[in-house]
């Protein structure tokens, strides 16, 4: 049999495990956002079944002979064609995956759907130890999934692969090392107490004020749904459904900065090649680079001065009395304003990254057991207070704060971080190919971003590895922090007057 034939025969497989994957996802997306809460118990176990049959069908051994059968010929393909790069990927992906056995990997999907649930509850009351049994299961599982591994460097950098391709702890540790040098000069210099204005902001005219906004980013009804949620997340099943969800507050406006985020995402998603559609190339590279969308889009376009230029008199015509006495210069600073916070997802540019840190490192410790798991909330407080000097007075908006490890997604924090860090190096190379970016920004033009970022990351998907994809984007392989400490220090330092070098 040619080689064309056996691809095509992979082709077939992996389009069906796919489907398996997306079904997945349609069913968490539904969980999260219309399930009533009485179904969790059984969507836990659909979710454990279809992922199990996911699971035993990737496996499977005649996948492995497909991939050594077309080994010499996907060689012989050019290496950025989809033939060349849907066998190398694949392959990589079920080495990996045919070391874990199919029943850890049905517990694991199932400990995630119930945990979710445990964990809503638990957030609301801001009771750990209700949520404490579900996470101890999560992470007991996690401890297996290890094991299923060759030991490396550190037993995280397994975690790590799985959400940023061939990074490791130490380099992650070392970027995050040069931030806590160069971003607590940033607070000290520029943290001061502020009180927002607070509303109130009818939740009818923020869904509003939101649509509009995402639309002139390129959210299309017809391939888009945005939904309330308890912990915002992006989703969908395919390149032209995507699920976006978000939530709203009586007294701010910070959902609007979170589906900002979302959109990020899922305009990566929607971006990309279709041609690549029901394969396992037609996502992002890495979470890093897919968190490089959100936090782009969330900040370096949706907290800059031109956006608020375009956006701030709509905003001031839907909430005439909030904003009375503003202008656009007085809420610019508003929403820039540097302050350390306990909540993540509200926290400011200068601050983030130490809530990112603060978890990279729990997480290691977490793995390696370095405390009881009953002391969680004492590790996260104590390392809050060293952090950013405020106390935590609940585990609400403590350490039951993030939804991520009521599913068992440890590894996934420090993209958030390195996101950030993505998002400047891609701004600087888009900023040179496009003069004038950002000044179209206030005439309400948002297409040559997305454009810009559709042909040069989007489309790609998964052909590459993260460090490829980085480099055809901004020219080299490496995640460099340099960049944004050099954006936050020019933009805090004018809008608070100062003049602080990044080094």
């Given amino acids: 049999m040619d080689g064309g034939t056996r691809f095509a025969e992979l082709r077939a497989r992996l389009a069906e495990i796919n489907d398996l994957t997306r079904t997945m996802a349609l069913l968490s997306w539904d ?5 009533p809460a009485g179904g ?10 279809v992922g199990r049959i996911r699971h035993q069908t990737f496996v499977d051994p005649e996948i492995g002979r497909l991939l050594d059968d077309l080994r010499d010929w996907s060689e012989q393909q050019d290496y950025e064609s989809f033939e060349a790069s849907l066998v190398r990927v694949t392959r990589r992906d079920w080495e990996k995956a045919v070391r874990v056995p199919a029943d850890l990997q049905a517990a694991r999907t199932r400990a995630a759907a119930l945990g979710y649930d445990v964990w809503v509850d638990a957030r609301k009351h801001s009771d750990f130890q209700a949520f404490l049994p579900a996470l ?30 061939d990074l490791k702890t130490a380099e992650v540790r070392r970027i995050f090392d040069y931030l806590k040098e160069h971003q607590a000069p940033l607070i000290a210099e520029h943290a001061h107490p502020h009180e927002p204005t607070r509303g109130p902001f009818a939740r009818q005219l923020q869904e509003q004020f939101e649509r509009e906004v995402v639309r002139a980013f390129g959210f299309d009804e017809r391939a888009w749904r945005l939904d309330p949620t308890v912990h915002p997340f992006a989703s969908g099943t395919s390149i032209d459904d995507i699920r976006l969800t ?11 900065f979170g589906t900002m985020h979302e959109f990020g995402h899922g305009l990566y998603e929607h971006q990309v090649d279709r041609g690549l559609e029901r394969s396992p190339l037609a996502r992002g590279a890495s979470l890093g680079l897919h968190e490089s969308q959100s936090r782009m889009w969330e900040n370096l376009v949706g907290r800059s001065l031109p956006f608020w230029r375009y956006w701030f008199p709509r905003l001031h015509e839907l909430y005439p009395h909030a904003f009375a006495g503003y202008d656009v210069d007085r809420w610019y600073a508003e929403v820039n304003t540097v302050e350390p916070s306990l909540i993540r997802v509200e926290a400011d540019e200068v601050t983030y990254n130490f809530h990112i840190i603060l978890r990279f490192e729990l997480e290691q410790e977490l793995i390696a057991g370095s ?13 809050i207070w060293e952090y950013l000097g405020i106390d935590v007075p609940d585990d609400r908006r403590g350490v039951l704060q993030d939804v991520h490890w009521s599913s068992g997604s440890l590894g996934y924090f420090s993209t958030y971080a390195l996101g950030n860090l993505i998002s400047a190096q891609i701004l600087d190379k888009v900023t040179a190919d496009i003069p004038g970016l950002e000044d179209g920004f206030a ?9 810009w970022l559709r042909e040069h990351l989007h489309r790609h998907g998964r052909k590459f590895t993260p460090a490829e994809t980085l480099e055809r984007v901004v020219g080299t392989r490496k995640i460099d922090p340099e960049p944004y400490v050099r954006y936050l220090s020019g933009k805090f330092g004018e809008i608070y007057g100062t003049a602080l070098s990044s080094q």
């Fill in 31 to 35: 969980q999260h956002v219309t399930m």
């Fill in 40 to 49: 969790a118990a059984a969507r836990a176990c659909q979710l454990e079944t």
């Fill in 136 to 165: 101890r299961q999560n992470l007991d599982l996690t401890k297996r999934y290890i094991d299923c591994f060759e030991p490396g460097d550190e037993p995280y950098d397994i975690l790590l692969d799985d959400f940023e391709r």
């Fill in 246 to 256: 978000t939530r709203y507050f009586d007294d701010n406006l910070d959902g609007l």
């Fill in 371 to 383: 405390f009881p798991l009953e002391q969680l909330p004492e590790e996260w407080n104590r390392r």
């Fill in 443 to 451: 005439d309400g033009e948002f297409a040559p971003l997305r454009d």
